[in-house]
T-cell receptor, first 116, second 115 residues
Framework: AAGVIQSPRHLIKEKRETATLKCYPI?????VYWYQQGPGQDPQFLIS???????DKGSIPDRFSAQQFSDYHSELNMSSLELGDSALYFC???????????????FGDGTRLSIL | AQSVTQLGSHVSVSEGALVLLRCNYS??????LFWYVQYPNQGLQLLLK??????LVKGINGFEAEFKKSETSFHLTKPSAHMSDAAEYFC?????????????FGAGTRLAVHP
């Protein structure tokens, strides 16, 4: 079965540069979530979108922005990168549907961002 | 605010032994509960979830978990550990109200399985 696709898998940037991470949800999934996982830490929620509208916001820095496009893929844009932004960034998707609430989130393999 | 506590950042068991990973949540209203597994350099894979109904939930790979409201717990168990079970396990909650909400993760428990 198709899974959540994230690109790139690995990204190396220098301080103050910008980065764009992409996420392609499972087909027909309408909700996308972004999480940040620092080394040895649990994933922290950043932001989510439902039907191309922001639905929830977590601990996302002002230097980061995200959006969901008409084809439901999402991009996380990161500017003025700092050393502390080095982490694994996960995208997850789910289907809202009209049935059971809180359909489980399916995660991609993540983008490992390293800031030099 | 909701939170999740996983007791034991590292658990080590022998192959064939019982696996018990502990998870307690803090919430004024019982949330939805999940267990995810993460293998090195991979994403999180859903093991099982509890939303409503039967409090004993069976998941993939022989894992199961029991929701105990009185103890605010959702411990993960497996009768017999395999070497392939070695991974990081995360307990997570999601608030019931509003649905489709963010997951709040525990700090994770790294499971080691030795021969």
């Amino acid at each position: 079965a198709a899974g959540v696709i994230q690109s790139p898998r690995h990204l190396i940037k220098e301080k103050r540069e910008t980065a764009t991470l992409k996420c392609y949800p499972i087909p027909r999934h309408d909700t996308v979530y972004w999480y940040q996982q620092g080394p040895g830490q649990d994933p922290q929620f950043l932001i989510s979108f439902y039907e191309k509208m922001q639905s929830d916001k977590g601990s996302i820095p002002d230097r980061f922005s995200a959006q969901q496009f008409s084809d439901y893929h999402s991009e996380l844009n990161m500017s003025s990168l700092e050393l502390g932004d080095s982490a694994l960034y996960f995208c997850a998707s789910s289907l809202r549907g009209s049935g059971e609430l809180n359909q489980p989130q399916h995660f991609g393999d993540g983008t490992r961002l390293s800031i030099l | 605010a909701q939170s999740v506590t996983q007791l034991g950042s590292h658990v080590s068991v022998s192959e064939g032994a019982l696996v018990l990973l502990r998870c307690n949540y803090s919430s004024s209203v019982p949330p939805y509960l999940f267990w995810y597994v993460q293998y090195p350099n991979q994403g999180l894979q859903l093991l099982l979830k509890y939303t409503t109904g039967a409090t004993l939930v069976k998941g993939i790979n022989g894992f199961e978990a029991e929701f105990k409201k009185s103890e605010t717990s959702f411990h993960l168990t497996k009768p017999s550990a395999h070497m392939s079970d070695a991974a990081e396990y995360f307990c997570a909650v999601s608030p019931v109200s509003g649905g489709y909400n963010k997951l709040i993760f525990g700090a994770g428990t790294r499971l080691a399985v030795h021969p």
